[in-house]
């Protein structure tokens, strides 16, 4: 997920317009969904690479706790300084701080990942997290990032009052075929070479097996580049591919 790998083919060029533009307009509610492998925390990094110092943000990996156990995380993430024994307590700190924040002209972004583990409980927090504003202003981002489940967990009646809160989403495929060749040799670039060192039947194997699947490519092409420096070779063909 190294923000310095992240390759800008079609969909995630317009996946990272796209939240950053929601960001900065504080549209409130961001869902980024795609499935496993095709680059959703790559573009995350990607994105807070954007950011300046203007926003601040925190990242919840692990989204899988108890209410005051999430108020907690949130409050050592914010470095409150100190622990809180009930919701009410932590939520009076946050609201202040919220406030403070707003005053300078900075922006709050929280960045849910794993969200498809989020339990109803823990979505709902989150929600009314959401409804604190200032003048009509937003005082906090929340930006939800899963897997294609995620969607379907949002349909859920229980959770129809958070779905309608999500202004801004984007599902993330694979790349396209025509990317591929591109992509590897934009990987290689940043690992430092400008050899082409896969063939174009390489590149068709690769295309083939992965679907296109940005992680799938970047495992082929790892294991490719092993077996071809064991075998003492300096091109990669469709043998070796098909091999690993």
Same mark, same amino acid.
């Given at each position: 997920?190294?923000?310095?790998?992240?390759?800008?083919?079609?969909?995630?060029?317009?996946? &990272?317009?796209?939240?950053?533009?929601?960001?900065?307009?504080?549209?409130?509610?961001?869902?980024?969904?795609?499935?496993?492998?095709?680059?959703?925390?790559?573009?995350?990094?990607?994105?807070?690479?954007?950011?300046?110092?203007?926003?601040?943000?925190?990242?919840? =990996?692990?989204?899988?706790?108890?209410?005051?156990?999430?108020?907690?995380?949130?409050?050592?993430?914010?470095? !409150?300084?100190?622990? /809180?024994?009930?919701?009410?307590? !932590?939520?009076?700190?946050?609201? =202040? /701080?919220?406030? @403070? +924040? =707003?005053?300078? *002209?900075?922006? +709050?972004?929280?960045?849910?990942?794993?969200?498809?583990?989020?339990? =109803?409980?823990?979505?709902?927090?989150?929600? &009314?997290?959401?409804?604190?504003?200032? @003048?009509?202003?937003?005082?906090?981002?929340?930006?939800?990032?899963?897997?294609?489940?995620?969607?379907?967990?949002?349909?859920?009646?229980?959770?129809?009052?958070?779905?309608?809160?999500?202004?801004?989403?984007?599902?993330?495929?694979?790349?396209?075929?025509?990317?591929?060749?591109?992509?590897?040799? !934009?990987?290689?670039?940043?690992?430092?070479?400008?050899?082409?060192? /896969? *063939?174009?039947?390489?590149?068709?194997?690769?295309?083939? /097996?992965?679907?296109?699947?940005?992680?799938?490519?970047? *495992?082929?092409?790892?294991?490719?580049? &092993?077996?071809?420096?064991?075998?003492?070779?300096?091109?990669?063909?469709? @043998?070796?591919?098909?091999?690993?």
């Amino acid at each position: 997920p190294d923000p310095n790998f992240l390759y800008l083919g079609e969909i995630h060029k317009e996946a &990272l317009a796209i939240l950053k533009y929601g960001i900065l307009d504080s549209r409130g509610f961001l869902l980024l969904v795609g499935d496993v492998g095709t680059g959703k925390t790559t573009l995350i990094n990607g994105l807070l690479e954007t950011l300046d110092e203007d926003t601040i943000v925190v990242t919840v =990996h692990d989204p899988g706790l108890e209410k005051l156990d999430f108020c907690n995380f949130l409050a050592s993430s914010f470095k !409150f300084k100190r622990k /809180f024994s009930s919701k009410g307590d !932590f939520l009076v700190h946050f609201i =202040h /701080f919220l406030h @403070k +924040v =707003h005053d300078k *002209n900075k922006k +709050v972004l929280l960045i849910i990942d794993e969200a498809h583990k989020l339990t =109803h409980e823990i979505m709902e927090e989150i929600r &009314l997290l959401s409804n604190i504003e200032k @003048k009509g202003a937003r005082l906090l981002n929340i930006f939800l990032v899963g897997q294609n489940e995620l969607n379907e967990t949002l349909a859920e009646t229980r959770n129809r009052a958070l779905l309608q809160r999500i202004t801004t989403r984007y599902t993330i495929g694979p790349l396209k075929k025509s990317e591929v060749s591109d992509y590897i040799k !934009f990987r290689l670039s940043v690992a430092g070479t400008e050899r082409n060192i /896969f *063939n174009s039947g390489a590149i068709r194997e690769i295309i083939s /097996f992965s679907k296109c699947n940005p992680r799938m490519i970047n *495992n082929i092409c790892d294991h490719a580049l &092993l077996t071809g420096y064991v075998k003492g070779i300096k091109k990669i063909d469709a @043998k070796i591919v098909k091999e690993c």
